[in-house]
């Protein structure tokens, strides 16, 4: 992935912006395992780092780093596929490279502070220049309105050379969720007294981003990788899109309502957030089986493997498959309805979800998009996969389910000691965390941490030498 | 009674419809999915001519 | 003509208009419910209070009323039932005063990133005690563990010494960091806490209101 910044068989300045974007994404990646590794730390050993590296700290570092890398790969992407989609060589590409290290600047500095400043006092000051405070959206206000200008910016990108290019059925769900997506962020940057109203608007970036135009967007990425890995035929591959969109969106916008149970707002909610989200795993599946009956009818014909032009995207296409319904459908519909709600709402049960969802349903196809980046930046007709790539993936994947499993079992201890018995507050809370399944299971979620750590390292081994053996190996 | 009596703080349209079982939410659904019967018969026609 | 050409099922027209009649038509759904929840959880005025009108969220002054968390027979689950006044760290505050403490309290809660370690109204992280009924939890209360432990004899200013020492008072090995929470600050957001627990939260946490004696005997009902 580094030596590709030299040798570099990408002619468009649209891809190579997606390279640089790719970069960035990993090293965020790799922020974010250290920050919660240090936070999983915390839980087993509470003296770790005390007041010098916080709790709070770790896992805002934790949570930011995952949410930036995911944009940034997602913007990468994005850049990579546009001007294969539309055969236009991309409208105003310098300005998006500007954009790039604006934003790659802006990222950096904002992190820092995270890091060495951490908080600052009870002032509208703090929420401008230190941190906004508010879960996944800290980012301070000076940093918010970069963001804005820096996605603008992109969003020229790609609307301008779809605008002058050719208009794929991809390319248009693309363009069109893309401005939901950008103009949603704009919900989450405002204060209120009122810690109701707050939470409201904030869902409204969150869940409309999380399950509703992210989801969109993998699907978007999906058929783009179909076509381009497999050889799927446009015309299924973008009829299953508009399904998909059909089914996201009309559960992952009124299903929002399943976080409007329990912050002040009114009753009725109860009845939409249940009903429509317990619908939200039905694209999933769709999505699922979409992926996988197209893979297995092009691999059933005569000839059968070579049909797959990059295996180790491929993979990761498959494990996104599964992990997005695992995770976001079966992990979420546990705990969407308010009967069950009322008792997880606030438990490890929401972190055990959250960590499963994230990575099946994003992590995984953005890390195939980059080999799909990869293998053009290279050149390579057939990229095949190394041990390194089978390790990372098998070691991720093994260490993210380990920690999902083992924090689902914490959530159960804490939904039924801390929540069914002992009905919440200060006393019921600690006397959960203190029982040995709890501690175990933080225990195990720590270890399977660390298995995931050692398999992002064979990613990052793998990515960087990956394109230079497939090179070789077809010269 | 099949019809409970209004509980919420405030009563308001979507609180009125949420009076019974699932009441509010099938009344959503249907309203959604309706219009798509008439989308599939004008592309029917559309696709037989 | 083949058949399957002419099934709408595998028409991508059918799909594209299907999809953007749902897609529209949940958005306009969502903004309408918006405004109608937007109308329901702006925050009340001091008169409502005084006329006892309930509202999802009170006014800034509802720290001048002592606040229950009761089983509603009506709704199924336990509400706010907001009583009579008592003083909040020594006096009644005028809605100017008590709207400043709680600007003040919520904005020191973003400041301080408690959301981060804690859950408000059950979002954010894990790591300590939901926040939510804070104010109401029995172990605050007089007779409750961590009252006498601060050496104050009110609720409020047993939460904001705690709040601007809290390494001196710990109730666990994990201790909740000090956060150079200065004295007004700490008013403040034990005002923000005292105003959370009286948002009408459709009953979540549910069964919270434990007394502390059923705390003292480990949490049962048994004698």
Known sequence: ?475 | MFFESFTDVVPSFFGMLNQGPLTLTLFLHTFIVLPMFWIYASEKKRLNK | MAQENLSVWTSIPFWRRSAAWVTGFATILLIWLTFDTMGQISMGTDADLQQRVTKRVPAATVINYHIEYKMSEKRGHEVPVIGKKEPFFGKEWSPKEAAALLHLGKLTSQAKNCMNCHTLLGNGAYFAPDLTKAWLDPAWQKGGALQPMTGKSTVEEAMSEFLMHPSQYPTHARMMPDLKITADEAKGLVAFLKHMSSIDTNGFPRNFSKTVDQFKTGGTNAH
């Open chain 1, 1 to 475: 992935m580094l030596t590709s910044i030299k040798t570099n068989h990408l002619t468009s300045s649209g891809q190579k912006l997606g390279m640089m974007y790719f970069r960035v994404a990993m090293v965020l990646f790799g922020a974010q395992l250290l920050m919660g590794l240090i936070a999983a730390i915390q839980f087993l050993y509470p003296g770790f780092l005390f007041e010098l590296f916080d709790f709070s700290v770790a896992r805002m570092v934790h949570i930011n780093a995952l949410v930036v890398w995911m944009l940034y790969a997602m913007i990468g992407s994005v850049y990579y596929m546009l001007s294969e989609e539309t055969e236009h060589a991309g409208v105003a590409m310098g300005l998006g490279k500007l954009a790039f290290w604006v934003l790659t600047l802006a990222v950096t500095v904002v992190v820092l502070v995270y890091i060495f400043i951490q908080i600052g006092p009870g002032k509208e000051s703090t929420i401008w220049l230190i941190n906004e405070g508010r879960e996944y959206l800290e980012a301070p206000r000076w940093a918010d309105i970069g963001i804005v200008v820096v996605v603008l910016t992109f969003y020229w990108n790609v609307f301008a050379t779809y605008m002058a290019g050719k208009k794929t059925g991809i390319m248009t769900v693309m363009v069109a969720n893309l401005m939901a997506l950008a103009g949603l962020y704009l919900a989450g940057m405002f204060f209120t007294d009122n810690i109701s109203m707050d939470q409201y608007w904030w869902w409204w970036v969150i869940h409309l981003w999380v399950e509703a135009t992210w989801e969109v967007f993998v699907g978007t990425l999906a058929a783009y990788a179909l076509i381009k890995i497999i050889g799927a035929r446009r015309e299924v591959v973008e009829m299953w899109l508009w399904i998909e969109v059909l089914m996201l969106f009309g559960s992952g916008i009124l299903g929002l309502g399943h976080h409007y149970f329990w912050i002040g707002t009114p009753e009725y909610w109860w009845e939409i957030g249940a009903l429509f989200s317990a619908l939200e795993p039905v694209p999933l599946i769709a999505m699922f089986v979409h992926v996988l009956y197209d893979w297995g009818k092009e691999q059933g014909g005569s000839g059968a493997r070579e049909t797959v032009k990059n295996n180790p995207a491929m993979a990761w296409l498959v494990t996104n498959a599964f992990g997005n319904f695992l995770g976001a459908g079966i992990w979420g519909f546990f705990h969407t309805l308010p009967q069950v709600n009322i008792y997880t709402h606030g438990t490890q049960f929401t972190a055990a979800h959250g960590h499963l969802a994230f990575f099946g349903a994003y992590a995984t196809i953005l890390v195939g998009m980059m080999y799909v980046g990869l293998q053009g930046a290279y050149g390579v007709k057939e990229m095949k996969s190394t041990f390194n790539s089978k390790m990372a993936i098998f070691l991720i994947t093994f260490g993210v389910v380990g920690m999902t499993v083992a924090l689902t079992i914490a959530g159960y201890e804490q939904v039924l000691v801390e929540r069914a018995e002992l009905g919440g507050g200060w006393n019921a809370f600690f006397t959960a965390q203190d029982l040995p399944w709890y501690i175990q299971a933080q225990l195990w979620r720590t270890i399977m941490g660390v298995v995931t750590l050692v398999g992002f390292v064979y990613l990052v081994i793998d990515l960087l030498t990956i394109g230079k053996k497939a090179q070789q190996a077809e010269a």
